[in-house]
């Protein structure tokens, strides 16, 4: 858990850098929020040993932050943790028992009750010490979604560097590429979910003729590909079984953004790639040493 | 260099006492022989107390198919048959015979036997990589198959241990003769030594010592846990695998190790029967660690003293090695034909951490070296769904402990499954019988 | 006006379609049950203990429904006269109820009593224990007190007691059903007959080895000394397997066995407090 965290850090150092003290008061709130809440559960509600130890509520809270604006109220950002922590983790059972991402419960909850807070999204760099009074301005595939030609009006440098509007932590690209290098190096996580979603949105935006270095790079599609998607609890057990759910998440996004009504869909197709893991993990088994094909476990 | 595809870890290797000699420990006053050496059946004894006993006398005799004979190491006299603690802490019967320091230790040895097969069931000698399983069992195949190959099991895989690296480098030529011997009973003409790539002293020797002898190659492994697993070996080195429930022999080989292989050599050429191993004394507090040549029934607590003492601040006292090997309950037992080392370790090496909630992180599934899914195994075997875990093949477990060692939870994995595995078996056996 | 006389109708339209299919399924799956069944589901305690050796409350209704003889099946746990408005339902006859049984515990090896020559670091849990060797008592067949029969009982009678280190059994909860005997991988504990006013006696031992390997395992243990076997006027103590047993239909409750115990091995229950007599439970 804690090298998760620690891989974010690249991440989470672009969004204090573009976006100022709106970024830190969201990063503080959210990840004392999520530690409170879980402490609050465990503590008055299940009657349990504590969990926060083991650091996942504190990434929960890190990843939540790193997927909102930097301008979102404090109060919003509460009720977040409170629906991440409460709704998606505690309410399965805790740690290793939710289906969902808890970070991503929280995130798509704000989405779809505050529309407004949660798609006004500040300019970088001019806003460095503005919090909720900070200019906003489009995010690059909210732009698209409503002119397509107009892909080519933003520069790849900004999208690298993170000097672009969007989620705090979305932004940066090559700040999440080293986040990921980190965790494959430290073999936290295994290449496979990552590259399948990436891969499989190159492939559908290339076939479909859209910009290839643009949909890769922009909105939370690497976020959600390196940190979201590879949370162990919610993802599956086999590689061959990742693989597929890396497909699945990759063709919902792009499908999402092509013709949804959301400029993005990485949050969603992240959560109903988590909603098929139980199924992944039931039809791909290892590859089981001396059995024939005939016996097939039945879980 | 080969290995086997499904699994396995690359484990730190610790081998502290590799390249050290074997180093024979004098006889103990007393030898006390368990009569519960081997899988099946104890053996029954043969001899009453005061009874005098040659070096290499039959003492108890096998009472079964699986059960396997027991000699005297010593030339002595017998005190008493009494009840003894295993490591484990249970009870066990046991002849104890006192050393009669005045008489020579002159061996009785075993009348000549032509047939191997015989010798071997004579000699009372049973696998020494630790499963203690009856040689002569393994060296009769089934009519129904046709081995073609004998594997030579020399992997070693389990950290620590270096007993059969020694016993490569002491005595090769042993084991090579013991290796025709195997091929000559059996009717295999093609036989691989298996070792790893970290024993490049023994390879090299046994690769020049074979190298006029045809029909048996020294293959070169790549050091992977748990490469030592019959079922695992067999696949490295053949690329077949052994159906669940099956003999290796129904895949066509034949899996001994290596120091099976030399008592094998020493029974039929120079008849003396299994009395004596090596073992691994290791640890990393201890100032003596070594490869001793210890003869069966040696108290723990004489090697221990050999290695250099238990250290003050000793956690837990192994029987085997870190992966496979048992905690001991006490050390107040006894050398047994199947232990290939003691493993002393501190007591901030051997503490089990407090466990944690599973978060599936999938670990224990790409590590299991039989392509389970010891997460669900643990799961199963907890709430008691035998028949779950049977549909999930938690029989087809060899507890090598893989999945215990990568869990970052820190889960007890393998201590479930065993028990859920034993649930398992009986329901299946019940199931056949009915 | 009409998108509202729009919306009533179609949703109407798929509410009756719904319940259309829905009757339809459940006519062409309907199970015809005995109602009997139902009506003896009714009297049993609902726990599904699986005392009876079935796998739960309605199996057994169901087994009662079918059979011909009810001399097979009986709930344990249930109250006295169960079985016998069961059979009124199915008419037949019920046989007659055995007394009253209770889960006593076969050790007496608490903390102070038993020797320990090592400690046990592994999962809480007495299978694997087991499995692992003799654990942290010196006694190989002594309560491993990690609590398996605790979280086996479904009626929450049994429980460790911190300072023996040892399962107290709440007579008032226990219903014999038999699912801690299962689950103790040692069998430890038995279902005794509860006894006249709970009275009891029993050897809290289960040790089989010969006496002086088991005196040093403990304090407590039965050495099979015999005393008992050789005191007790109504022949209902057996010595075998280096271990006493008192057989409860024979035994007359007089005591004499627990005075003449060398090792304080066999303990009674309930008897009234007496002087010189310590009762242990």
């Given at each position: 858990?804690?090298?998760v965290?620690?891989?974010?850090?690249?991440?989470?150092?672009?969004?204090?850098?573009?976006?100022?003290?709106?970024?830190?008061?969201?990063?503080?709130?959210?990840?004392?929020?999520?530690?409170?809440?879980?402490?609050?559960?465990?503590?008055?509600?299940?009657?349990?040993?504590?969990?926060?130890?083991?650091?996942?509520?504190?990434?929960?809270?890190?990843?939540?932050?790193?997927?909102?604006?930097?301008?979102?109220?404090?109060?919003?950002?509460?009720?977040?943790?409170?629906?991440?922590?409460?709704?998606?983790?505690?309410?399965?059972?805790?740690?290793?028992?939710?289906?969902?991402?808890p970070?991503?419960?929280?995130?798509?909850?704000?989405?779809?009750?505050?529309?407004?807070?949660?798609?006004s999204?500040?300019?970088?760099?001019?806003?460095?010490?503005?919090?909720?009074?900070?200019?906003?301005?489009?995010?690059?595939?909210?732009?698209?979604?409503?002119?397509?030609?107009?892909?080519?009006?933003?520069?790849?440098?900004?999208?690298?560097?993170?000097?672009?509007?969007?989620?705090?932590?979305?932004?940066?690209?090559v700040?999440?590429?080293?986040?990921?290098?980190?965790?494959?190096?430290?073999?936290?996580?295994?290449?496979?979910?990552?590259?399948?979603?990436?891969?499989?949105?190159?492939?559908?935006?290339?076939?479909?003729?859209?910009?290839?270095?643009?949909?890769?790079?922009?909105?939370?599609?690497?976020?959600?590909?390196?940190?979201?998607?590879?949370?162990?609890?919610?993802?599956?057990?086999?590689?061959?079984?990742?693989?597929?759910?890396?497909?699945?998440?990759?063709?919902?996004?792009?499908?999402?953004?092509?013709?949804g009504?959301?400029p993005?869909?990485?949050?969603?197709a992240?959560?109903l790639?988590?909603?098929?893991?139980?199924?992944?993990?039931?039809?791909?088994?290892?590859?089981?040493?001396?059995?024939?094909?005939?016996?097939?476990?039945?879980? | 260099?080969?290995t086997?595809?499904?699994?396995?870890?690359?484990?730190?290797?610790?081998?502290?006492?590799?390249?050290?000699p074997?180093?024979?420990?004098?006889?103990?006053?007393?030898?006390?022989?368990?009569l519960?050496?081997?899988?099946?059946?104890?053996?029954?004894?043969?001899?009453?107390?005061?009874?005098?006993?040659?070096?290499?006398?039959?003492?108890?005799?096998?009472?079964?198919?699986?059960?396997?004979?027991?000699?005297?190491?010593?030339?002595?006299?017998?005190?008493?048959?009494?009840?003894v603690?295993?490591?484990?802490?249970?009870?066990?019967e046991?002849?104890?015979?006192?050393?009669?320091?005045?008489?020579?230790?002159?061996l009785?040895?075993?009348?000549?036997?032509?047939?191997?097969?015989?010798?071997?069931?004579?000699?009372?000698?049973?696998?020494?990589?630790?499963?203690?399983?009856?040689?002569?069992?393994?060296?009769?195949?089934?009519?129904?198959?046709?081995?073609?190959?004998?594997?030579?099991?020399?992997?070693?895989?389990?950290?620590?241990?270096?007993?059969?690296?020694?016993?490569?480098?002491?005595?090769?030529?042993?084991?090579?003769?013991?290796?025709?011997?195997?091929?000559?009973?059996?009717?295999?003409?093609?036989?691989?030594?298996?070792?790893?790539s970290n024993?490049?002293?023994?390879?090299?020797?046994?690769?020049?010592?074979?190298?006029?002898i045809?029909?048996?190659?020294?293959?070169?492994?790549?050091?992977?846990?748990?490469?030592?697993?019959?079922?695992?070996?067999?696949?490295?080195?053949?690329?077949?695998?052994?159906?669940?429930?099956?003999?290796?022999?129904?895949?066509?080989?034949i899996?001994?190790?290596?120091?099976?292989?030399?008592?094998?050599?020493?029974?039929?050429?120079?008849?003396?029967?299994?009395?004596?191993?090596?073992?691994?004394?290791?640890?990393?507090?201890?100032?003596?660690?070594?490869?001793?040549?210890?003869?069966?029934?040696?108290?723990?607590?004489?090697?221990?003293?050999?290695?250099?003492?238990?250290?003050?601040?000793?956690?837990?006292?192994?029987?085997?090695?870190?992966?496979?090997?048992?905690?001991?309950?006490?050390?107040?037992?006894f050398?047994?034909k199947?232990?290939?080392?003691?493993?002393?370790?501190?007591?901030?090496?051997?503490?089990?951490?407090?466990?944690?909630?599973?978060?599936?992180?999938?670990?224990?599934?790409?590590?299991?070296?039989?392509?389970?899914?010891?997460?669900?195994?643990?799961?199963?075997?907890?709430?008691?769904?035998?028949?779950?875990?049977?549909?999930?093949?938690?029989?087809?477990?060899?507890?090598?402990?893989?999945?215990?060692?990568?869990?970052?939870?820190?889960?007890?994995l393998?201590?479930?499954i065993?028990?859920?595995?034993?649930?398992?078996?009986?329901?299946?056996?019940?199931?056949?019988?009915? | 006006?009409?998108?509202?006389?729009?919306?009533?109708?179609?949703?109407?339209?798929?509410?009756?379609?719904?319940?259309?299919?829905?009757?339809?399924?459940?006519?062409?799956?309907?199970?015809?049950?005995?109602?009997?069944?139902?009506?003896?589901?009714?009297l049993?305690?609902?726990?599904?203990?699986g005392?009876?050796?079935?796998?739960?409350?309605?199996d057994?209704?169901?087994?009662?429904?079918?059979?011909?003889?009810?001399?097979?099946?009986?709930?344990?746990?249930?109250?006295?006269?169960?079985?016998?408005?069961?059979?009124?339902?199915?008419?037949?006859?019920?046989?007659?109820?055995?007394?009253?049984?209770?889960?006593?515990?076969?050790?007496?090896?608490?903390?102070?009593?038993?020797?320990?020559?090592?400690?046990?670091?592994?999962?809480?849990?007495?299978?694997?224990?087991?499995s692992?060797?003799?654990?942290?008592?010196?006694?190989?067949?002594g309560?491993?007190?990690?609590?398996?029969?605790?979280?086996?009982?479904?009626?929450?009678?049994?429980?460790?007691?911190?300072?023996s280190?040892?399962?107290?059994v709440?007579?008032?909860?226990?219903?014999?059903?038999?699912?801690?005997?299962?689950?103790?991988?040692?069998?430890?504990?038995?279902?005794?007959?509860?006894?006249?006013?709970?009275?009891?006696?029993?050897?809290?031992?289960?040790?089989?080895?010969?006496?002086?390997?088991?005196i040093?395992?403990?304090?407590?243990?039965?050495?099979?000394?015999?005393?008992?076997?050789?005191t007790?006027?109504?022949?209902?103590?057996?010595?075998?397997?280096?271990?006493?047993?008192?057989?409860?239909?024979k035994?007359?409750?007089?005591?004499?066995?627990i005075?003449?115990?060398?090792?304080?091995?066999?303990?009674?229950?309930?008897?009234?407090?007496?002087?010189n007599?310590?009762?242990?439970?």
């Open positions: 858990m804690w090298n965290a620690l891989a974010l850090l690249p991440a989470t150092a672009v969004a204090l850098w573009q976006f100022g003290i709106g970024a830190a008061i969201v990063l503080t709130a959210s990840i004392a929020g999520c530690m409170a809440v879980e402490y609050i559960i465990n503590r008055f509600m299940l009657r349990r040993r504590f969990t926060l130890a083991n650091g996942s509520a504190f990434l929960t809270g890190l990843l939540l932050a790193l997927n909102l604006p930097s301008n979102l109220p404090v109060w919003t950002v509460l009720i977040g943790c409170i629906a991440a922590i409460g709704i998606g983790k505690m309410a399965f059972g805790g740690l290793g028992c939710n289906i969902f991402n970070a991503l419960v929280g995130r798509v909850f704000l989405l779809l009750s505050f529309p407004m807070l949660m798609t999204w500040p300019l970088p760099a001019e806003n460095i010490w503005n919090y909720t009074d900070a200019t906003t301005g489009a995010t690059i595939l909210s732009i698209l979604k409503s002119d397509p030609a107009a892909a080519s009006s933003v520069g790849m440098t900004a999208e690298l560097t993170g000097a672009t509007g969007g989620s705090m932590g979305e932004t940066g690209a700040a999440i590429l080293l986040g990921f290098i980190w965790l494959l190096w430290r073999r936290v996580i295994s290449w496979h979910i990552p590259v399948s979603i990436i891969a499989s949105v190159a492939i559908l935006t290339a076939i479909t003729g859209g910009n290839i270095a643009v949909e890769l790079t922009a909105g939370g599609l690497l976020l959600g590909a390196v940190f979201m998607a590879t949370d162990y609890v919610t993802s599956p057990m086999t590689h061959k079984g990742m693989i597929i759910y890396g497909l699945i998440i990759g063709i919902i996004t792009v499908v999402i953004r092509r013709w009504a959301y993005e869909g990485v949050s969603f992240i959560l790639g988590n909603g098929v893991t139980p199924l992944i993990n039931l039809w791909c088994k290892p590859r089981r040493y001396g059995e024939t094909g005939k016996r097939r476990a039945v879980a | 260099m080969k086997f595809s499904i699994g396995g870890l690359h484990l730190p290797e610790n081998k502290l006492t590799a390249g050290q074997v180093e024979r420990l004098p006889l103990p006053a007393e030898v006390t022989l368990l519960s050496q081997h899988i099946g059946a104890p053996a029954r004894p043969i001899v009453k107390k005061g009874d005098t006993v040659m070096r290499g006398q039959l003492v108890a005799e096998p009472s079964g198919a699986l059960s396997s004979a027991i000699h005297s190491p010593v030339c002595g006299t017998v005190s008493r048959i009494d009840t603690k295993t490591p484990q802490g249970l009870s066990a046991a002849i104890i015979i006192k050393t009669d320091e005045s008489r020579p230790d002159a009785c040895s075993l009348s000549p036997c032509s047939d191997v097969v015989e010798a071997t069931r004579a000699a009372g000698i049973v696998g020494m990589g630790g499963a203690a399983f009856p040689t002569p069992v393994k060296l009769t195949p089934p009519a129904d198959t046709q081995p073609d190959t004998l594997i030579i099991n020399a992997a070693e895989c389990e950290p620590f241990l270096t007993c059969d690296h020694a016993l490569m480098l002491a005595d090769p030529d042993g084991v090579i003769s013991g290796i025709r011997l195997i091929m000559q009973a059996t009717g295999v003409n093609h036989c691989v030594i298996a070792i790893e024993k490049p002293d023994a390879i090299k020797l046994l690769r020049r010592l074979t190298a006029s045809p029909g048996i190659e020294v293959m070169i492994m790549q050091p992977r846990y748990p490469q030592g697993g019959e079922k695992q070996l067999t696949e490295a080195v053949t690329g077949r695998m052994i159906a669940s429930g099956k003999l290796p022999a129904a895949a066509g080989v899996v001994h190790n290596v120091a099976t292989a030399r008592a094998i050599h020493r029974a039929v050429t120079l008849g003396e029967p299994l009395i004596e191993r090596i073992v691994t004394v290791t640890g990393p507090a201890l100032s003596r660690p070594g490869n001793y040549l210890a003869a069966i029934g040696t108290p723990l607590r004489t090697l221990i003293e050999a290695a250099g003492g238990l250290p003050e601040n000793t956690g837990k006292v192994i029987i085997g090695g870190p992966m496979m090997g048992r905690a001991a309950a006490t050390i107040d037992s050398t047994v199947g232990m290939s080392g003691i493993l002393v370790l501190p007591s901030d090496l051997s503490s089990r951490q407090p466990e944690e909630p599973c978060i599936r992180c999938g670990r224990c599934v790409s590590a299991c070296p039989m392509g389970l899914e010891p997460y669900l195994l643990s799961t199963y075997s907890r709430m008691n769904m035998t028949d779950e875990a049977i549909d999930a093949l938690v029989a087809n477990c060899i507890e090598c402990g893989s999945c215990s060692y990568v869990c970052p939870s820190w889960r007890p393998t201590d479930f065993r028990i859920g595995k034993q649930r398992a078996i009986s329901v299946l056996k019940s199931r056949k019988q009915s | 006006m009409h998108i509202i006389l729009i919306s009533i109708i179609a949703l109407g339209a798929l509410g009756i379609i719904g319940s259309i299919m829905l009757w339809g399924v459940s006519r062409r799956f309907h199970v015809d049950e005995d109602p009997k069944i139902g009506l003896i589901e009714q049993l305690p609902g726990a599904n203990c005392g009876c050796g079935r796998s739960g409350c309605h057994f209704a169901r087994a009662c429904a079918g059979a011909s003889s009810l001399d097979n099946l009986i709930c344990p746990a249930s109250e006295p006269g169960t079985m016998q408005k069961i059979a009124a339902i199915t008419g037949l006859e019920a046989k007659k109820s055995d007394e009253p049984k209770v889960a006593v515990i076969r050790c007496g090896g608490s903390c102070d009593k038993r020797t320990r020559f090592s400690a046990y670091d592994g999962p809480a849990s007495c299978a694997v224990a087991n692992l060797g003799a654990a942290d008592g010196n006694c190989p067949f309560c491993l007190g990690c609590g398996d029969c605790v979280s086996a009982c479904k009626w929450h009678a049994i429980s460790i007691d911190p300072s280190g040892l399962p107290v709440d007579e008032d909860a226990c219903t014999a059903c038999g699912a801690c005997v299962k689950a103790c991988p040692r069998s430890i504990i038995e279902l005794r007959r509860k006894g006249p006013r709970g009275m009891r006696i029993w050897v809290a031992c289960s040790n089989r080895e010969k006496g002086a390997a088991a040093k395992e403990c304090k407590a243990a039965c050495i099979a000394c015999g005393k008992c076997a050789r007790c006027s109504h022949d209902a103590i057996t010595v075998s397997g280096n271990l006493a047993y008192i057989d409860p239909q035994c007359r409750l007089c005591k004499k066995c005075d003449i115990c060398p090792t304080g091995a066999i303990l009674s229950a309930n008897f009234p407090p007496k002087k007599i310590s009762t242990t439970e």
